[in-house]
């Protein structure tokens, strides 16, 4: 059980804290609602480009690094679709400097030139070095465009083309900064050697004065129920085939996540899955496979994703894959099998909340999807999941029209 | 009215006090070392068996990390699958490492499950048989990653800068090959296992929450085995460092990045150098603060990271510098790292930059030793090195005194590009 305590200062930020007294540290972690999804189709990769600029100088603190690090604190962020976090961790004796800092770029960007500059050539290298100078880099540019037409899922969250990235003026930059980065949007999540009382008066002192902005209600364009299966075939310069399937899944609150995601460990949680064991142990046709999904907020992507042993052909590999999925269409899977998925469950949770810095972050993204006590309830809405539950949902799940398939094939090979 | 130009005072991390949290020893009945370190408030345990079975000790290429993969993969009990399914029932992780003096096998679980799983562990470290049919898939699969991991112009890099560092045919500079995969052999393994793992040397590291009894129950389960309490001792192997300093290397004509690598012999932790060169290492490029950072990448942008470190290695070891940088930038980024060795060896650091350095990694520290499994890998560290508790005393002694004629004497004694290997691999 995580104990918080939760209020709202009047400008409509949302603050946490989780008291823990075991541990000299303090972790401050600030969530944005807003990643990749919320990006002009013509500005992709933004987000993300914005996520670095937010350690480029802010309005009365020419760096925000230098201060931390002085304080003893190291910290990170990242973007995803759906989201934008940052966290620090530092010696609890000097949480306010991580006030200070967070308030201060909370409250406006230096906006500096400079740093543009720079973080758009930064991130070109990490969009080089990720998905350009790496084999099957590409994969999930390819793949996100099959499976999405409409929802802003369908591009990468380091964006569609290094142009979109190169190309980003100042202006865009404080466009994003006024609509997105406001109280209103933001989670503050406040953890370790610390007092609720304290928190209260650090961020009512640091926090409180900054305008709440409008507030952003997001309208995204949705996903129509997809009619028809989507196959593609690309060539490229490495060394074995690829295969790679998709289907359309739940969003992260309702039912359907938490048994898509006990699917995804059936079929491909460690060495005793049915993918692994079958198809790379006793078939012999992938080298490795993996099934997994996002996590997204909004529906995602169910994914199977492995290398084929060289000379099987895709259709083999994907006609063994098609003939796990239907056995989950059609049998239900044993209660021994089921206890060992949610077991599997219970202790990755278990294993992932030892960490300070993570139970930060996992309040904030609960309280962002809309409670941060559902951190708390999770386990007990895998362990109503049920055998009939996989069976229907799989039938749901892994219907033809419902998928993607990609043949990643190498150059050399075919 | 909140004054936001000024920064909050602080307490500075360097005068904090900090405890290494001790572990508690213990010596099972055939006298192997256990080491425990208890706190934490999830209910979870970590179980580390450390052998003296790194590739040090293979006398074939790959036989000590296939030795270690595939002592899960089939007992004279059980199949592979079997072995799987009793770990993953239970949401365990049983994990298998290969280093170069030692290789591991490593249980995380949650401690409720831990009778259950104890006697797992013992079968593999006594009846592992690997199944022909397991390591004919194994070669196979790792034949094909490797054909993957050749076209990374990282992976690529970081096998060529430890073989010019120690030589091809030294544990720390050997690589894989197609050949050596295909020439291991089911006797290798089994030679191999017998004497390192079932009559090798080993200590237990055992960190978590746990529950009484768990002395007993470790008793139970390896007290009985054949296996030796004292360290190997280590045969010996010589480096034999490539006489040409610099390499470029093009093998994909279309990439756009290139992987450099710099890096020098140095001393291993026994130097008395050592942590004062950890200290400046940081300030040059051991975080994100750092000089290589700000300057190649801050301020420069040919780079999404440049990082530099000293190897962790027990026998010789190196001082290295590593990057992916833009194609067309990657002179200029080696030639950025030549200025600031150079701006190191020539200019006093001002006290506060120095004082941001040590004030970050004593808060790192601080952070670092807060935790059960944290604390045991650090103790882990110091025990397979050698050292113990003093070490950590005269680590932070030494980040509060040193001074920055020290950092500078530091520089010039090693900072010198002309000591390093150079390679860029495209």
Known sequence: MIQFERFTLSNGLRVLVHPDHSTPMAVVNVMYNVGARDEDPNKTGFAHLFEHLMFGGSIHIPDYDEPLQRAGGENNAYTTNDLTNY????????????????????????????????????????????????????????????????????????????????????????DFFFKFYRPSNAILVVAGRVEVEQVRNLAEKWFGDIPSGDFYARQLPQEERQLLAVRKIVEANVPVDAFIKTWHMADRVGEGYYVADLITEVLGGGGSSRLY???????????????????????????????????????????????????????KISDHELQKVKNKTESVITFEDMSLMNRANSLAFYELLGDAQMMNTELARYHQVTASDILNHANEIFREENSHTLYYLSKQAS | ??????????????????????????????????????????????????????????????VAATANFLMKNGTTQKSAFEINAAV??????????????????????????????????????????????????????????????????????????????????HPYGKYSTPEDYTAITQNDLVEFYNKYYVNGHCKIFVSGKMQAGIQTLLDQHFGHLSIQPHSLARPEHKAAPAEQLHYEIVQDPNGVQGAIRMARPFHNRHHPDFIGAQILNNLFGGFFGSRLMSNIREDKGYTYGIYSYLQNHLGESAWIISTEAGRDVCKATIQEVHLEMKRLREELVDEEELDLVKNYMMGVLLGDVDGPFQVCARWKNYILHGVDERYFQKTIATIRTIDSKEIQRLANEYLHPEKFYELTVI
């Not at chain 1, 990468?156 to 100042?170: P, R, Y």
């Not at chain 2, 022909?132 to 690529?156: A, G, H, S």
């Open chain 1, 87 to 174: 966290y620090c961790q530092l010696p609890a004796d000097n949480l306010e400097t991580a006030f200070w800092l967070e308030s201060d770029r909370m409250l406006s960007l230096a906006f500096s030139k400079k740093s543009l500059d720079v973080q758009r050539k930064v991130v070109c290298e990490e969009f080089k070095e990720h998905y350009i100078n790496k084999p099957y880099g590409d994969v999930w540019h390819i793949m996100r465009n099959m499976a999405y037409e409409q929802h802003p899922y369908r591009w990468m969250t380091i964006g569609k083309e290094l142009k979109h990235v190169e190309d980003a003026q100042l202006q865009d930059v404080k």
């Open chain 1, 277 to 331: 064991q079958r198809l790379v142990k006793e078939q012999k046709l992938f080298t490795n496979i993996d099934c997994y999904h996002f996590g997204s907020v909004e529906p995602g992507l169910l994914t199977i994703d492995g290398k084929l042993v060289r000379g099987v052909s895709a259709e083999q590999a994907e006609a063994a894959v098609q003939k796990e999925v239907q056995q989950l269409m059609h049998e």
């Open chain 2, 1 to 62: 009215m909140i004054v936001r130009k000024n920064a909050p005072a602080i307490k500075a991390p360097v005068d904090v006090d900090i405890q290494l949290q001790p572990y508690v020893a213990f010596y099972l009945k055939n006298g192997i070392p256990v080491y425990l370190v208890e706190g934490g408030a999830q209910e979870v345990l970590q179980i580390e068996c450390v052998f003296d079975a790194g590739n040090w000790f293979e006398e074939k290429n790959l």
């Open chain 2, 88 to 169: 993953d029932f239970y949401g365990a992780y049983l994990n298998r490492s290969c280093y170069n003096e030692t290789a591991t096998l490593t249980l995380h679980c949650l401690n409720k499950d831990v009778a259950h799983l104890l006697p797992l562990m013992e079968e593999l470290l006594t009846s592992a048989n690997f199944p022909e049919e397991e390591l004919v898939i194994y070669k196979q699969n790792q034949l094909q990653r490797l054909e993957v991991n050749l076209k990374k112009c990282d992976f690529v890099a970081n096998r060529l800068i430890d073989a010019y560092l120690y030589g091809k045919d």
